[in-house]
């Protein structure tokens, strides 16, 4: 498992090490306490093992939680600052607080050294969205790509890519019409879609279930794609998983990292743009249902948000449209408009 891993690496072959044993606890509550993701234990887990190693070096042995005081963290991201980003030291920053607070919730320290670290300011970027026809052309792509042979690859079957086709059109349609993160799609099992309600259970961050909305569109697509979904299994062996919704041709399960491969390659066959991930779908959907009026307390519930200030940044994204189109409209925006010549005059 790759937690278990980076635990047994976590100070480069010391897991004697009395800080080790420490940062072992603190993963084991983020695993079963807090439900977190492996892949964000495993962040947590590379932020904190670079402290470690720097707080050996800092008291020239094995380190120990008590020893570390704020000079040390200050020490300690002032070295990772020289050569990184104030994304990855701010990150940095929230791993060591929520370390602090824990060791300090279970009593192994008195007082917390990281309560007083400043994290850098971010520029908070707005979420890359596409419009409505560009969404319509990404949803057809699939459809598109059964007829256009890629330079350079393989040769496939056409039953085979109509297969592929088809289940990549209800990849697309379920993270446009659900806001869903890509882990979550890849997550689907078949009884989480509900095809005649129209809806899907979904298993968000921190094992948190919801139940999002399926339009008519996705739910058409899902129908089609299960009517050829017994196909998709192992060639040689015939196995295939039989609770997983999404499969790959070998009949697995389908990887966060191949849904991403193939919305990137149908964003540039459909829009000639090689920058579209998954969660530009998710961006997309929020946007486009609070442009049409939904409430905003809707679509945070819907994207499984914890906070409304995460959902809120969407309409910022609205705002920034409304503003492009005032400025074209408005007599008053301040915008240069073309001025009646001197020789004209009002007439």
Not at 14 to 39: G, I, N, T, W
């Amino acid at each position: 498992m790759t937690v278990a891993l980076d635990l047994t690496k976590l100070l480069d072959g010391e897991p004697d090490d009395p800080l080790a044993k420490d940062l072992a606890s603190f993963a084991a509550y983020l695993m079963h306490e807090r439900r977190a993701s492996p892949r964000t234990v495993e962040h947590y887990l590379r932020d904190l093992r670079t402290l470690a190693e720097f707080s050996r070096k800092y008291a020239s042995g094995p380190a120990t939680i008590e020893q570390i005081d704020l000079a040390v963290l200050r020490g300690w991201l002032g070295t990772r600052a020289k050569a990184r980003s104030h994304t990855t030291i701010a990150r940095n920053v929230s791993s060591a607080r929520a370390f602090f607070r824990f060791a300090r919730k279970i009593g192994r320290i008195k007082e917390d050294p990281s309560a007083l670290l400043k994290a850098p300011k971010l520029k908070r970027e707005l979420p890359v969205v596409v419009s409505v026809p560009a969404a319509a052309r990404l949803m057809e792509a699939p459809d598109e790509a059964r007829f256009t042979a890629r330079p350079g690859a393989r040769s496939v079957d056409p039953a085979e890519k109509e297969r592929q086709s088809l289940r990549d059109r209800a990849m697309l349609e379920c993270l446009y019409a659900g806001g869903i993160r890509v882990s979550e799609l890849v997550g689907f099992n078949l009884n989480d879609v509900d095809t005649r309600n129209r809806t899907a259970r979904v298993r968000g961050k921190g094992g948190k279930e919801r139940i999002v909305p399926l339009g008519h569109p996705a739910c058409d697509a899902i129908v089609a794609y299960l009517d050829v979904r017994h196909a998709l299994r192992n060639p040689s062996t015939g196995e295939q998983d039989e609770r997983a919704l999404f499969l790959g041709r070998y009949g697995t399960r389908l990887t966060t990292r191949q849904v991403q491969h193939l919305v990137k390659a149908y964003g540039e066959l459909s829009a000639g743009r090689a920058d579209l991930h998954p969660h530009t779908l998710r961006h997309t959907c929020a946007t486009h249902l609070l442009d049409a009026g939904a409430d905003l307390r809707i679509i945070q519930e819907m994207l499984g948000h914890a906070s409304l200030r995460t959902t809120e940044r969407y309409t910022h994204v609205s705002m920034e449209k409304v503003m492009n189109v005032y400025d074209k409209a408005h007599p008053l925006s301040g915008r240069e408009k073309d001025k009646p010549s001197a020789k004209g005059g009002e007439g």
